[in-house]
C-alpha cells in the first residue's frame, strides 16, 4: 500500500481515526458476547515509516489507534480493500500494526469504541527495541489510552433503513403514470407563472391588432415600445436581491395558524423565475412588433432610419441569442456560456435599446420644436430603461474582496470561514475569482449562537471548486446582496421533513444552525459523512435532530430516498418535505411526494 502521509501529523490523525471510525464500527447483534471484544490497533502509514517490525508503531510517542468493537465470528479488522483503507482517497493511508500486550490488556477492560494511543515510554523484557518482535517482549509499558468522540453509533444501519420503510411502505401512486407526471411535474408552478405571463402579453397584443385594425395609427410602436420596456424592467425587476428577499419575508410573515392550502401555495415563492423568463419571452415578441410597426410609422430622415434599422437588428439578435442560450438543456450544458451571455448579452441589449430610445426622442423633439429633455419625460420607456440600468449597475456596487480562513473538512470538500459581518439565515452569496467571469453561487451557514460571521461548505463538483478546496485563495471577491434561498421556506411547516444528499446540508445548516428547536427530522445521505464533512458539521445536525437519520452510502448503498422520505413523513406526520440534493434527485424525491399527496420543495433549475 502507497503511504502518503500527511505534513501536519495531529490532523491527519483526526481524519484517520475518523475515517476508522465510519469504517469499523459494527452493530450490537450478538448481545450474549457483549463481554467479548474484537480489537484492532491501526498507525498512520508514514508514522509506521521505513521497514520496521509492526510493534514499533506503538512504541514511540506518536499517536495511533484503537478500535475496540462487539467480537463477531468473523472479525477480521478494516476491509483491505485499497480504496476504502486510504481513507476515500483523502492521502492518508492506515496500516493494521500489533500493540504491546498491556496496552492490549488494558483495552479489554474499555467499552467499544475508538481510542486513541500514545506510548511514551516502554521496558524491553531483554535485549534491545531492535531486538523486540511480539507483544510478549515488553514487560512495561507507560501508555495513555484516551476516547476519542465518535458518531458511529449515528449512523443509521441498513436494517434500520428498511424497518422505517416496512413500517410505512411508498404506496402506488393514485393517478396513471402520465397524468401523474404532467400534473405535477410538467405542470409545475414555474411553468405555470410562465405561461400566464406570456398568455397576458398575448392577449394583449391581440387586442391591440384589433384596435389597428379598426383605426390606423391607434396603435403605434411607441406602444409597442413601451409594452417591452415593461416586460424587460419586470424581468430584471424579478431577479433583484432585494425584490427576491422581500417576497420571501412575505411569504414568511405568515402565521403559524394560516392553513395548510395557503402555505403551501405560499411556499412556491422560489419559482419566480417563471416570471421572469415569461417576461423575457414576451420582451421579444414585442420588440419585434416594435420593429415592424417602426419601419411602417416612422416617418423621419434616411439616416435616422438606417440607424434605427441598424440598432434594432443588433437587438433582435441579442434577445434571441439570450433567450435560446437560457433554454434548460443549453444551460445545463453549456452553464458558463450560457451565463457569459446572459450577463453581457443582456448589458448589450439594454445599451441599445438605450440608444435606440435616444434616437427616436431627438428626433421626435426635432420634428416637435419641443425641448428633448421634455419629450424624454414623456416617454414611458425612459423610467423603464432608468430601473432596468439601476438593476444591473446595483450589483456592481457590491462588489468586496472578502478574506475568509479555510478549513480542508476532506479532499471532497472545504469550509470557507468569513468573519466580516453576521448574516440571517438561509442565504446565498456569490463567489469568484475573477466577477467578470464567474458566478458561483453557494449557500451561507450562519455562526451559531449569534456569533459574528458565517461559512459556506463547498464541495467537488468541477474545476472552480477543485481549485478552491486544493489551492484555496486568502480572499475571494463576493457580488450583490445576500439574497434568500428555498430553505426559508422550511420555517412555513410543523414539523418539516429535511432532506440532503452530500453538500446540499450545507443549505440546510444555513437553517438548522438558526433554528435548531424547529420541529423537524433530518435525513442526510453521503458518502463517508464524518470523514468527508468533519465532526462539527455532524454535530450541527445532531443538535437540530438528535435522531437524524445519516446515512452513510459506502456502507449501505445508495437509499431508496423517495421512499425514506415518505416512511419518515408519516411516522412524524409532517406538513411538508423540503429536499437539497442535486437536480436529478431533487426532482425525483420532490415529483414522488407530491404525486402521493405530501407537500416537497426544493431547488428548481432558475430559482
Given at each position: 500500500?502507497?503511504?502518503?502521509?500527511?505534513?501536519?501529523?495531529?490532523?491527519?490523525?483526526?481524519?484517520?481515526?475518523?475515517?476508522?471510525?465510519?469504517?469499523?464500527?459494527q452493530p450490537n447483534t450478538?448481545?450474549?458476547?457483549?463481554?467479548?471484544?474484537?480489537?484492532?490497533?491501526?498507525?498512520?502509514?508514514?508514522?509506521?515509516?521505513?521497514?520496521?517490525?509492526?510493534?514499533?508503531?506503538?512504541?514511540?510517542?506518536?499517536?495511533?489507534?484503537?478500535?475496540?468493537?462487539?467480537?463477531?465470528?468473523?472479525?477480521?479488522?478494516?476491509?483491505?480493500?485499497?480504496?476504502?483503507?486510504?481513507?476515500?482517497?483523502?492521502?492518508?493511508?492506515?496500516?493494521?500494526?500489533?500493540?504491546?500486550?498491556?496496552?492490549?490488556?488494558?483495552?479489554?477492560?474499555?467499552?467499544?469504541?475508538?481510542?486513541?494511543?500514545?506510548?511514551?515510554?516502554?521496558?524491553?523484557?531483554?535485549?534491545?527495541?531492535?531486538?523486540?518482535?511480539?507483544?510478549?517482549?515488553?514487560?512495561?509499558?507507560?501508555?495513555?489510552?484516551?476516547?476519542?468522540?465518535?458518531?458511529?453509533?449515528?449512523?443509521?444501519?441498513?436494517?434500520?433503513?428498511?424497518?422505517?420503510?416496512?413500517?410505512?411502505?411508498?404506496?402506488?401512486?393514485?393517478?396513471?403514470?402520465?397524468?401523474?407526471?404532467?400534473?405535477?411535474?410538467?405542470?409545475?408552478?414555474?411553468?405555470?407563472?410562465?405561461?400566464?405571463?406570456?398568455?397576458?402579453?398575448?392577449?394583449?397584443?391581440?387586442v391591440m391588432f384589433a384596435?389597428?385594425?379598426?383605426?390606423?395609427?391607434?396603435?403605434?410602436?411607441?406602444?409597442?415600445?413601451?409594452?417591452?420596456?415593461?416586460?424587460?424592467?419586470?424581468?430584471?425587476?424579478?431577479?433583484?436581491?432585494?425584490?427576491?428577499?422581500?417576497?420571501?419575508?412575505?411569504?414568511?410573515?405568515?402565521?403559524?395558524?394560516?392553513?395548510?392550502?395557503?402555505?403551501?401555495?405560499?411556499?412556491?415563492?422560489?419559482?419566480?423565475?417563471?416570471?421572469?423568463?415569461?417576461?423575457?419571452?414576451?420582451?421579444?415578441?414585442?420588440?419585434?412588433?416594435?420593429?415592424?410597426?417602426?419601419?411602417?410609422?416612422?416617418?423621419?430622415?434616411?439616416?435616422?432610419?438606417?440607424?434605427?434599422?441598424?440598432?434594432?437588428?443588433?437587438?433582435?439578435?441579442?434577445?434571441?441569442?439570450?433567450?435560446?442560450?437560457?433554454?434548460?438543456?443549453?444551460?445545463?450544458?453549456?452553464?458558463?456560456?450560457?451565463?457569459?451571455?446572459?450577463?453581457?448579452?443582456?448589458?448589450?441589449?439594454?445599451?441599445?435599446?438605450?440608444?435606440?430610445?435616444?434616437?427616436?426622442?431627438?428626433?421626435?423633439?426635432?420634428?416637435?420644436?419641443?425641448?428633448?429633455?421634455?419629450?424624454?419625460?414623456?416617454?414611458?420607456?425612459?423610467?423603464?430603461?432608468?430601473?432596468?440600468?439601476?438593476?444591473?449597475?446595483?450589483?456592481?456596487?457590491?462588489?468586496?474582496?472578502?478574506?475568509?480562513?479555510?478549513?480542508?473538512?476532506?479532499?471532497?470538500?472545504?469550509?470557507?470561514?468569513?468573519?466580516?459581518?453576521?448574516?440571517?439565515?438561509?442565504?446565498?452569496?456569490?463567489?469568484?475569482?475573477?466577477?467578470?467571469?464567474?458566478n458561483h453561487g453557494f449557500?451561507?451557514?450562519?455562526?451559531?449562537?449569534?456569533?459574528?460571521?458565517?461559512?459556506?461548505?463547498?464541495?467537488?463538483?468541477?474545476?472552480?471548486?477543485?481549485?478552491?478546496?486544493?489551492?484555496?485563495?486568502?480572499?475571494?471577491?463576493?457580488?450583490?446582496?445576500?439574497?434568500?434561498?428555498?430553505?426559508?421556506?422550511?420555517?412555513?411547516?410543523?414539523?418539516?421533513?429535511?432532506?440532503?444528499?452530500?453538500?446540499?446540508?450545507?443549505?440546510?445548516?444555513?437553517?438548522?444552525?438558526?433554528?435548531?428547536?424547529?420541529?423537524?427530522?433530518?435525513?442526510?445521505?453521503?458518502?463517508?459523512?464524518?470523514?468527508?464533512?468533519?465532526?462539527?458539521?455532524?454535530?450541527?445536525?445532531?443538535?437540530?435532530?438528535?435522531?437524524?437519520?445519516?446515512?452513510?452510502?459506502?456502507?449501505?448503498?445508495?437509499?431508496?430516498?423517495?421512499?425514506?422520505?415518505?416512511?419518515?413523513?408519516?411516522?412524524?406526520?409532517?406538513?411538508?418535505?423540503?429536499?437539497?440534493?442535486?437536480?436529478?434527485?431533487?426532482?425525483?424525491?420532490?415529483?414522488?411526494?407530491?404525486?402521493?399527496?405530501?407537500?416537497?420543495?426544493?431547488?428548481?433549475?432558475?430559482?
Amino acid at each position: 500500500m502507497p503511504r502518503a502521509g500527511p505534513q501536519n501529523t495531529e490532523h491527519a490523525f483526526a481524519q484517520a481515526w475518523n475515517a476508522v471510525d465510519s469504517l469499523s464500527a459494527q452493530p450490537n447483534t450478538e448481545s450474549q458476547n457483549a463481554h467479548r471484544h474484537s480489537i484492532h490497533a491501526y498507525a498512520i502509514a508514514s508514522t509506521v515509516g521505513t521497514p520496521q517490525r509492526p510493534v514499533h508503531a506503538h512504541l514511540a510517542p506518536k499517536p495511533s489507534i484503537i478500535t475496540i468493537g462487539q467480537s463477531h465470528a468473523q472479525d477480521q479488522g478494516l476491509p483491505r480493500d485499497e480504496s476504502t483503507f486510504s481513507i476515500a482517497s483523502s492521502g492518508i493511508s492506515l496500516e493494521e500494526v500489533q500493540a504491546p500486550q498491556p496496552v492490549l490488556n488494558a483495552a479489554v477492560s474499555r467499552t467499544p469504541g475508538n481510542y486513541k494511543c500514545v506510548v511514551t515510554n516502554f521496558t524491553p523484557l531483554t535485549g534491545s527495541t531492535e531486538t523486540i518482535d511480539e507483544e510478549k517482549d515488553v514487560e512495561a509499558v507507560t501508555y495513555s489510552l484516551q476516547p476519542l468522540e465518535s458518531f458511529s453509533y449515528r449512523i443509521a444501519a441498513k436494517g434500520e433503513l428498511d424497518a422505517l420503510m416496512t413500517a410505512s411502505p411508498l404506496p402506488e401512486i393514485a393517478w396513471a403514470t402520465w397524468f401523474a407526471k404532467w400534473r405535477f411535474a410538467t405542470l409545475s408552478v414555474y411553468r405555470r407563472l410562465w405561461a400566464l405571463v406570456i398568455v397576458a402579453n398575448v392577449v394583449a397584443m391581440a387586442v391591440m391588432f384589433a384596435r389597428l385594425a379598426k383605426r390606423t395609427y391607434s396603435f403605434t410602436y411607441e406602444d409597442a415600445a413601451t409594452a417591452t420596456g415593461a416586460n424587460l424592467a419586470v424581468a430584471a425587476l424579478v431577479r433583484h436581491e432585494h425584490f427576491i428577499n422581500l417576497l420571501f419575508r412575505l411569504v414568511c410573515f405568515l402565521p403559524d395558524g394560516t392553513p395548510l392550502a395557503i402555505r403551501k401555495s405560499a411556499a412556491m415563492v422560489y419559482s419566480y423565475g417563471g416570471v421572469h423568463s415569461g417576461c423575457g419571452i414576451s420582451a421579444l415578441l414585442w420588440y419585434v412588433i416594435y420593429t415592424v410597426l417602426m419601419v411602417v410609422q416612422y416617418r423621419g430622415s434616411d439616416g435616422i432610419r438606417m440607424a434605427l434599422a441598424a440598432t434594432a437588428a443588433v437587438t433582435l439578435m441579442l434577445l434571441i441569442v439570450i433567450i435560446a442560450m437560457a433554454h434548460p438543456f443549453i444551460r445545463r450544458r453549456w452553464h458558463n456560456k450560457w451565463e457569459l451571455s446572459h450577463r453581457y448579452g443582456g448589458w448589450a441589449a439594454i445599451v441599445f435599446v438605450w440608444a435606440q430610445t435616444l434616437i427616436l426622442v431627438i428626433s421626435k423633439a426635432n420634428q416637435a420644436s419641443h425641448a428633448i429633455g421634455k419629450t424624454l419625460a414623456t416617454t414611458p420607456t425612459f423610467y423603464f430603461l432608468l430601473l432596468i440600468t439601476a438593476i444591473l449597475i446595483y450589483p456592481w456596487l457590491r462588489l468586496r474582496k472578502r478574506k475568509f480562513e479555510a478549513e480542508k473538512l476532506s479532499s471532497h470538500a472545504v469550509r470557507l470561514h468569513f468573519n466580516d459581518r453576521s448574516l440571517p439565515s438561509c442565504v446565498g452569496y456569490r463567489l469568484a475569482h475573477n466577477p467578470l467571469t464567474e458566478n458561483h453561487g453557494f449557500a451561507t451557514i450562519p455562526n451559531p449562537n449569534g456569533e459574528n460571521g458565517y461559512s459556506i461548505v463547498v464541495s467537488n463538483a468541477g474545476d472552480w471548486t477543485k481549485s478552491l478546496i486544493n489551492n484555496p485563495p486568502q480572499k475571494v471577491w463576493t457580488r450583490g446582496a445576500p439574497t434568500i434561498g428555498v430553505m426559508r421556506v422550511a420555517s412555513l411547516f410543523r414539523p418539516i421533513i429535511v432532506v440532503a444528499t452530500g453538500s446540499g446540508i450545507g443549505p440546510c445548516l444555513s437553517f438548522l444552525q438558526v433554528h435548531p428547536d424547529h420541529s423537524m427530522r433530518i435525513i442526510w445521505s453521503t458518502r463517508f459523512p464524518e470523514t468527508t464533512y468533519g465532526p462539527e458539521i455532524m454535530k450541527a445536525v445532531l443538535r437540530a435532530d438528535r435522531r437524524a437519520m445519516i446515512i452513510d452510502t459506502k456502507k449501505t448503498g445508495t437509499p431508496d430516498l423517495p421512499a425514506l422520505t415518505y416512511a419518515m413523513a408519516k411516522a412524524e406526520n409532517a406538513e411538508a418535505v423540503v429536499v437539497i440534493s442535486n437536480p436529478t434527485v431533487t426532482k425525483k424525491v420532490v415529483f414522488e411526494m407530491e404525486a402521493r399527496g405530501v407537500a416537497a420543495f426544493g431547488p428548481i433549475f432558475d430559482s
